[in-house]
């Protein structure tokens, strides 16, 4: 069965430093889809990004950017120049069929 | 466009009540889903649905039923409630792409059975 797992429980950083949150998978599928989530403390889940197994082109979007590796089976989310908006639970997903397996979360605090 | 709505919000049940959670989506979207988040954990998928008539168990069923008798309407049920269903619930949607199955998800239910 799938696996997603998040080694990291909670990380902490003061503002402007560079944070890497870190998701190793496992999956005997050939053709696989990797999300990222991001919960602030409002609650909400808020997609961030998608990654199909064939792609493994590094993908920067403004401060975010994620690295996927397959050879590893991880799929690395960096965050540059950490704000304190950046605050909040992140879960890393595995497709398995038409469902989704998460982590367990990061919880990242970012200190002004 | 309003996405997954879900209701209510919060709700306090004492054990052995029993109650609905409702989720809608107006996305047209064939797949729902239920999952709930315990404190510190991610998210544990309840149960699950591909279209109208057609629901299957996810990870943690036990305790609960749904239906889903029309394509944006997908209720979770909780009988008998327990303490351990003490919990936050996330309905979702999806469609599929030709990128995957990107879910949308509700605001989420926070449930306290005491």
């Known amino acids: 069965a799938q696996k997603v797992t998040q080694a990291q429980t909670e990380i902490s950083v003061v503002e402007k430093e560079d944070v890497t949150l870190d998701c190793v998978y496992e999956?005997?599928?050939?053709?696989?889809?990797l999300f990222w989530y991001k919960q602030p403390p409002s609650g909400e889940l808020v997609f961030l990004i998608r990654?199909?197994?064939?792609?493994?082109q590094n993908e920067i979007s403004g401060r975010y950017s994620w690295n996927f590796q397959k050879s590893t089976s991880s799929f690395n989310f960096t965050i540059t120049a950490s704000q304190v908006v950046d605050s909040a639970v992140y879960f890393c997903a595995l497709s398995e069929g038409n469902k989704l397996v998460f982590g367990a979360g990061t919880i990242l605090r970012v200190k002004s | 466009n309003a996405g997954v709505t879900q209701t209510p919000k919060f709700r306090i049940l004492k054990i052995g009540q029993s109650m609905t959670l409702q989720c809608a989506q107006d996305m047209n979207h064939n797949y729902m889903y239920w999952y709930r988040q315990d404190p510190g954990m991610g998210l544990k998928l309840i149960y699950y649905s591909v279209g109208a008539g057609i629901t299957d168990k996810g990870e943690v069923p036990n305790g609960y039923n749904v239906s889903r008798s029309t394509t944006e309407d997908f209720p979770l049920r909780l009988e008998l409630a327990a303490p351990s269903q003490t919990s936050v619930y996330f309905c979702?949607?999806?469609?599929?792409?030709?990128?995957?199955?990107?879910?949308?998800f509700g605001p989420g239910t926070r449930l306290t059975v005491t």
């Open positions: 990654r199909n197994s064939f792609d493994e």
């Open positions: 999956t005997r599928d050939t053709t696989y889809y």
């Open positions: 979702a949607s999806s469609q599929r792409t030709g990128s995957g199955y990107e879910q949308y």
